[in-house]
């Protein structure tokens, strides 16, 4: 398998990922658990090395399944998450989320991520949508 490196990092991934939001948000119901990390190890096996993933896939379901089903390849593999959306209301479902990208509910959503990744180190992370009320030069400043 090709690889790349992202941007100006050091990062090298796989030249295709596994987007893997599907699995268990979005495209109808979740699909099996098993299943689905029996996919993300076929993956790996076939040398996909870099995973996406969001805390409103589910939400939060589809960190926990990324994270479990990965965990065996730590260091072999890059895991990318998102932030961005505010999901501590009673309606998460698709598109009632609002946005919230304040610097104190992103140190929220990263200790999120990072517990239901089971990682300590998130390899990269970006904004999901952009939040008018936050805009990224604000985000720059701090």
């Not at 409103?56 to 589809?62: D, L, R, S």
């Amino acid at each position: 398998m090709q690889e790349r490196k992202l941007g100006k990092s050091n990062l090298e991934v796989s030249a295709l990922g596994l987007g893997c939001m599907g699995m268990s948000f979005s495209y109808g119901p979740p699909k099996d658990k098993q299943e689905m990390t029996a996919l993300i190890h076929a993956a790996v096996d076939r040398g996909v090395t870099f995973f996406d993933t969001a805390e409103v896939y589910g939400p939060f379901t589809n960190e926990e399944l990324v994270g479990e089903a990965l965990a065996p390849f730590r260091g072999k593999v890059v895991i990318e998450t998102k932030f961005g959306f505010d999901l501590s209301g009673k309606d998460n479902r698709p598109g009632a989320a609002g946005l919230n990208s304040r610097p104190e509910h992103i140190k929220v959503a990263v200790e999120g991520s990072l517990k239901r990744l089971k990682v300590d180190v998130i390899d990269l992370y970006y904004q999901h949508r952009v939040d008018r009320m936050c805009p990224l030069k604000t985000l720059r400043e701090r």
